[in-house]
């Protein structure tokens, strides 16, 4: 009730001199309509930024076995083979955190079309996730592999860029036969270009398959020579070059027999894959992705509390960081232009309501005369002055809406909605009312009666 | 019991390095539905006594009994409140919202009042005022559409609104011709007689007082009591204003 007198009295004390309320609000319009229009289109952007930053990876994790030790000599992590494709299943399942998830079988070996070959830095064995989770489902030719083919370890493969100039030279790779360790694989798509990752890499130099394909058809152990001829020969054929080129690695160790291959039996799974590839919804969200998955695999792999993980986590933390500290960057920006036209258009509310007490004078010593307090004073011109700024910040809001739709709609910038912005820039109008309301407020409440009332 | 009991009120200014006593030892009782006029010269500190009276301001010293209750001590709030309920201000230039009309001129008072009306309560009675004022056409005028005689009566509707049993009037008829004039006062007679307002007026026109039923004429910051007020015509003030460091002061007080 009383809020909304004091409030009716300082819309009728502004409507009085219409002209000058505007061209007082011009300020605060401009400056959160600036700012509006500002974070919108930072937001915008910001937002490009980090997709384009997540299409290197920012969100994925990437689980590797852990390490397998023996008479305290290490043999680094990946080195016992604990994983398993239904880990992978599990933590989809699961963890809410996580988006999806592709097990990962590598190998490192020869691919040959017609009279060309080419060793790819990556041969990955997988599912159509992984295309998800690396954000590369866009291919330049062709289509993916399917879930069926992963399932029946269909003989089809996606190849990327550089290791399609490298075997076809030109000419469309769809549906040809490429041969992988005299195993051939149908070319169903071609990936699109992802050029170098931050490492230097030629990501677009690989080779995809059903991991099944790759792990029961091509590898039975996970790296093999990357030699493929010597691969070929190491049958029982009979090759009197066997001798001058050997092929097989020389065996430090002696051969267990098959009594001791009895007694000690080695832990075998029934499958098991190099890597769980994950994605994390987002970059936030990667710590809580890190948790579940931890807990779900302990508890899949029966790890005792106290005892270490038989598998490591890995993040692009230093991916993660750079986005992180580019968007923090570009807010910080943001909030220093903002609060530099916000504070303008403060300072234009506070000089022109110095203006409007003086000449208002005669009125608040009038006020004061039939019975208003001081508080009552400055309550008035307080009001005033949060009136002006928000219906200035409500203005601005329209405006720079309006101002980042166009961007959006002419310029084809990327823009994006931003509610807090909106909430902070009400917010902020309001606090500027209140700041540089209250010198003048104060000062008109501070006046005497006699004095306001022979005010010429 | 007296409406207003003075005792000995003393008010002096402080300018720069020296004091000036403006009013010096005013003693003065007015009952209620009296109809007093405040003559006194320029500089005499008429004004500065009827800021006092008004609780626009402090005496330096003396005290001052408002239907029974010690006023002068009274803090800032507290006289607004006073000023709000009890007191009723008419001035010399009307002194009303530019731009507001009638209506919510006369409204005005009623939104500092302790206990809250109602918007639509606040306007109801700021229109019976007007109407008993004959300005019921005139509701939604805005000042610069009125005459100045409307605009005083607007004025006095004002003062009027919260009901107080006194009104205080600075020079009503200053700004008005002859015949607005005596409209203007007829009315002042007329709430004081039917409604039983006291009425103190202050004026240095001789036929302005002789409409008060009583005169009290201050001089040089004392009551000329009983004695015939020096007779000042209308203007003559701006031709011969008495020097001195009094009227100076006066000056500062008020408008003299």
């Keep these: 009730m009383r809020v909304y007198r004091t409030a009716r009295t300082a819309m009728t004390a502004l409507g009085r001199n219409p002209m000058r309320a505007l061209l007082t609000t011009l300020g605060i319009v401009i400056g959160v309509g600036a700012v509006i229009a ?27 076995p852990g390490t397998a030790a023996s008479g305290g000599v290490s043999f680094g992590a990946g080195s016992v083979t604990t994983l398993t494709p239904q880990d992978g299943e599990a933590i989809l399942r699961e963890s809410p955190a996580v988006r999806n998830v592709a097990p990962i079988v590598r190998a490192r070996t020869q691919v040959v079309y017609g009279n060309r070959n080419w060793v790819p830095q990556q041969m990955i064995g997988t599912t159509p996730a992984f295309l998800d989770i690396r954000d590369w489902t866009n291919l330049a030719e062709g289509e993916a592999f399917t879930e069926r083919d992963v399932l029946n370890a269909n003989k089809v493969c996606l190849i990327g860029r550089t290791l399609a100039r490298e075997l076809f030279q030109g000419e469309s790779p769809i549906g040809r036969e490429i041969r992988v360790k005299n195993v051939s694989f149908r070319v169903v798509g071609v990936l699109g270009a992802k050029g170098a990752n931050m490492m230097g890499s030629d990501q677009d130099d690989i080779l995809l398959a059903p991991w099944t394909t790759l792990k029961y058809r091509v590898t039975g152990s996970t790296l093999g020579s990357p030699n493929q001829s010597a691969a070929a020969t190491t049958g029982s054929t009979v090759n009197t070059l066997n001798r001058l080129y050997p092929s097989e690695a020389p065996q430090i160790y002696p051969k267990p027999s098959e009594a001791q291959a009895a007694n000690t039996p080695l832990m075998v799974r029934f499958t098991n894959i190099d890597q769980l590839l994950a994605a994390a919804n987002s970059p936030e969200e990667i710590p809580a992705a890190i948790r579940q998955m931890t807990e ?3 508890e899949r792999h029966r790890i005792r509390d106290g005892q270490p993980d038989d598998f490591t986590i890995r993040d692009m933390t230093e991916m993660t960081n750079t986005l992180t500290s580019t968007t923090r960057l570009m807010t910080n920006l943001l909030l220093c232009v903002a609060m530099i036209s916000l504070v303008v258009g403060g300072v234009g509310i506070m000089n022109i309501m110095l203006v409007s007490v003086t000449e208002r004078t005669r009125e608040i010593g009038l006020r004061m005369a039939v019975g208003a307090r001081a508080r009552d004073i400055l309550r008035q011109f307080l009001v005033e002055a949060v009136v002006l700024c928000l219906v200035g910040g409500a203005a601005g809001i329209l405006l ?21 912005a909106i909430a902070a820039a009400v917010l902020v109008s309001a606090s500027v009312g209140i700041i540089f309301g209250f010198y003048p407020a104060w000062k008109a409440s501070r006046m005497d009666p006699i004095d306001a009332l022979r005010y010429e | 019991m007296e409406l207003i009991e003075l005792r000995d009120i003393c008010k002096t200014y402080r300018l720069g390095d020296i004091d000036v006593p403006v009013l010096k030892g005013v003693s003065l009782q007015i009952a209620r539905r009296e ?23 402090r005496p330096t010293s003396g005290q001052y009994w408002l239907d029974g209750r010690e006023v002068s001590r009274l803090s800032a709030d507290e006289r ?30 009623l939104a500092y009042m302790a206990g809250h009306l109602s918007e639509r309560q606040a306007r109801r009675q700021a229109r019976e005022v007007l109407e008993r004022l004959g300005l019921g056409d005139r509701l939604d005028h805005h000042p610069s559409q009125l005459s100045g005689g409307q605009q005083q009566r607007v004025a006095i509707a004002r003062a ?36 039983h307002i006291t009425i103190i007026i202050v004026t240095h026109d001789a036929m302005v007082a002789r409409s008060a039923r009583r005169t009290v ?9 009983g004695a015939q007020c020096v007779p000042s015509e209308t203007g003559a003030e701006a031709v011969a204003r008495p020097a001195g460091p009094a009227s100076l002061a006066a000056e500062m007080g008020g408008s003299g």
């Design chain 1, 38 to 64: 500002m974070m919108e289109i930072g937001t915008g952007s910001s937002a490009a930024i980090q997709k384009s930053i997540a299409t290197m990876g920012a969100n994925v994790l990437l689980v590797v």
């Design chain 2, 160 to 195: 009027l609104v919260n009901h107080p049993p006194l009104i205080f009037a600075d020079e009503p008829t200053g700004n008005l011709d002859s015949r607005t004039s005596g409209e203007v006062l007829q009315l002042f007679q007329e709430l004081n007689r039917e409604d």
């Design chain 2, 217 to 225: 004429c201050i001089h040089d910051g004392l009551l000329q009591d």
């Design chain 1, 296 to 298: 779900i695999l302990r």
């Design chain 2, 80 to 109: 607004a409140q006073l000023r709000n309920q009890t007191f009723g201000f008419v001035f010399q230039n009307f002194n009303l919202l530019p731009r507001t009309s009638a209506l919510d001129n006369v409204a005005m008072p």
């Design chain 2, 35 to 57: 109809m007093v006029a405040l003559m006194g010269a320029s500089g005499s500190g008429k004004s500065t006594l009827m800021n006092i009276l008004g609780c626009l301001d």
């Design chain 1, 400 to 420: 720079g809406h309006g101002g980042s739709r166009l961007v959006e709609l002419f310029l084809r910038w990327p823009v994006a909605t931003s509610l807090p």
